[in-house]
């Protein structure tokens, strides 16, 4: 027997799916002045448009947004000039966000933009039809606003001892819950750390970089006072700490930067994974959620800072450039290079570059296409960037990317293997060696300029 809830749950698939096609874009997305607005921006534009100024809690609570990622959504909006900030009468400690002339402009053209969209979407259906949709939808916002607004009172239950979840946690869990967010924290106090890795403050409380990296799981789930970051990071000029919370309680390693002979920083669309390569062989490592990259970012470039030679020491010049074009259709390593040029400063120049999609074989000798590869050299390093593994299927869709920092002064050796048939299809291996470390990057083309760059350094061949 269908039930009405069953009718609902059916009508509401059908409406998500053109939800997300037809109607989300009108409301989240815009391109205004050349730029991609992206929905986290407009939802702030707009609010304050239609509620006024407002503190950066009170649009968290309107919004539903966590605090770490309207502090950087209002900081954007604030350098294109579209809000500015002015003193809280009421909290010292806070400030008050307001929409400028230019904000409010923008604001009235995203309203116009919707009433356009709308008017087009829906001017075939009568009014009477809309008014009923309208009515529908209305209802189902009233239900779950009650829902939410239950989950947040105290709450008692002839059937059930005690208070709501949330109330009946201490005020430091509490805290600590409503702070929660996937991003990276920096811990700025005792009081922000952990309190499973509280006791390690003391002694990593004055380092560059003090991370909190919260644990992979959905909000629901999780509950005031329960464990919610398993890593915490601890950079400083001598070396990095990487508390992990296991079973047995929290494990700790310790690196100096003499250890350290490469850093890494992978991503596949949200998930991130930052390494530091040893020349032991291991590996130093931790998962995070992409919304932290460009925090990683200033974190791996601190690394390199400590790990790279002295800026004074000498270093062969490059001998004549590379003829590498990246065209305009590549839009990822042309796009990497752009990027990574503007955030090290330093010249770069491109060693070697395959476009994506180029015809190749998996090792088991399936037709497949490549994925591209990067080969930077840049002051005392050279830098990997390519899409993790080096091949994909034919229409797969491909997300990874991967940035490799490896310091010329730690490669102890290097080698190139050819593939078995080089009129296959199969890849060369440049095999940079690292002490006991071994990095390995697939090529479908025997990367010579890296190889004369190699040799003009004095990195031997293996």
């Excluded at 087009?120 to 939410?148: N, Q, W, Y």
């Excluded at 789930?221 to 079973?247: F, H, K, W």
């Excluded at 305009?328 to 770069?348: A, T, V, Y």
């Excluded at 390519?386 to 002064?409: G, L, M």
Aim: charged fraction near 25%; glycine fraction near 8%.
């Amino acid at each position: 027997m269908t039930t009405s809830t069953d009718r609902l749950e059916r009508s509401m698939e059908q409406f998500v799916r053109y939800y997300l096609a037809h109607i989300n874009p009108m409301l989240h997305r815009s391109e205004y002045r050349g730029r991609l607005f992206p929905d986290s921006e407009i939802m702030v534009v707009m609010a304050l448009s239609t509620v006024g100024p407002q503190s950066p809690t009170q649009i968290c609570r309107g919004l539903g947004m966590q605090k770490g990622s309207l502090t950087s959504v209002l900081r954007r909006l604030e350098t294109l000039g579209f809000i500015f900030r002015r003193a809280n009468p009421s909290d010292e400690r806070s400030y008050i966000a307001e929409l400028t002339p230019e904000g409010a402009d923008f604001a009235a053209f995203l309203t116009r933009q919707r009433h356009l969209g709308f008017a087009e979407l829906f001017g075939t259906m009568t009014p009477e039809t809309v008014d009923s949709a309208a009515g529908g939808l209305e209802l189902i916002a009233a239900h779950l606003r009650k829902m939410e607004e239950s989950h947040m009172t105290l709450v008692k239950d002839s059937n059930k001892r005690g208070l709501n979840w949330y109330h009946a946690a201490s005020p430091e869990d509490r805290r600590e819950y409503d702070a929660f967010g996937p991003w990276i924290t920096e811990v700025q106090s005792e009081e922000d750390m952990p309190p499973r890795f509280r006791s390690a403050y003391a002694d990593l409380g004055d380092a560059k970089y003090l991370l909190k990296v919260p644990k992979n799981a959905d909000r629901r789930q999780l509950r005031p006072g329960m464990d919610l970051y398993t890593i915490v990071l601890a950079v400083n000029d001598g070396g990095a700490s990487l508390l992990c919370l296991v079973e047995s309680g929290v494990h700790r390693r310790d690196v100096t930067w003499n250890e350290v002979v490469a850093v890494g920083s992978f991503g596949d669309q949200l998930q991130g994974i930052w390494t530091l390569f040893l020349g032991d062989g291991s590996q130093a490592e931790f998962t995070y959620n992409k919304v932290s990259s460009n925090l990683m970012n200033d974190v791996t470039d601190f690394v390199r800072s400590r790990v790279l030679a002295p800026a004074g020491a000498p270093q062969a010049p490059l001998e004549g450039e590379p003829d590498i074009d990246i065209g305009d259709n590549d839009l990822f390593f042309g796009s990497s290079l752009l990027e990574l040029r503007h955030r090290l400063g330093d010249p770069i120049t491109p060693l070697h570059f395959e476009p994506q999609d180029t015809p190749c074989r998996d090792d088991a000798g399936k037709k497949r296409l490549s994925t591209g590869v990067l080969i930077l050299d840049a002051r005392g390093e050279m830098i990997l960037v390519n899409r993790d593994r080096p091949w994909r299927r034919r229409k797969e869709a491909w997300y990874a990317a991967n940035d490799i920092f490896i310091p010329y002064d730690r490669m102890t050796g290097y080698a190139v293997e050819a593939p078995a048939d080089e009129a296959s299809g199969m890849f060369f291996t440049l095999v940079l060696h690292l002490d006991r470390q071994v990095i390995r990057q697939p090529c479908l083309v025997r990367p010579e300029s890296v190889v004369v760059r190699l040799e003009e350094l004095g990195v031997r061949e293996i």
